[in-house]
Nanobody, 118 residues
Framework: QVQLVESGGGLVQPGGSLRLSCTAS????????IGWFRQAPGKEREGLAC????????YYTEPVEGRFTISRDDAKNTVYLQMNSLKVEDTAVYYC???????????WGLGTQVTVSS
């Protein structure tokens, strides 16, 4: 059974940092493009960052470019999202997803809550 698990969320002050992790069971993340998404209350789920499987290229959307960094550690079967300079508007549930192409969503995790507040 395939399972993605996000961790690392929590409460942080504006300007702070968090690192989220996406681990998998039943799935080798190195063979998939992995994306990070988030959903804030009352808003649609949005894509943030993606790392491809073939060449390790990374892609970011405008809200997070320059502040967030996606990376992978294939030995640990884990993908990370380093989030710096966090803003109140970054508050959301953060999800990782795996698919054969970037921004695809074949497999989802259950999410981890990130709250940015003073």
């Amino acid at each position: 059974q395939v399972q993605l698990v996000e961790s690392g969320g929590g409460l942080v002050q504006p300007g702070g940092s968090l690192r989220l992790s996406c681990t998998a069971s039943g799935l080798t993340l190195a063979y998939y493009a992995i994306g990070w998404f988030r959903q804030a209350p009352g808003k649609e789920r949005e894509g943030l960052a993606c790392i491809s499987s073939s060449d390790g290229n990374t892609y970011y959307t405008e809200p997070v470019e320059g502040r967030f960094t996606i990376s992978r550690d294939d030995a640990k079967n884990t993908v990370y999202l380093q989030m710096n300079s966090l803003k109140v508007e970054d508050t959301a549930v953060y999800y990782c997803a795996a698919d054969s192409y970037c921004w695809g969503r074949d497999y989802w995790g259950l999410g981890t809550q990130v709250t940015v507040s003073s």
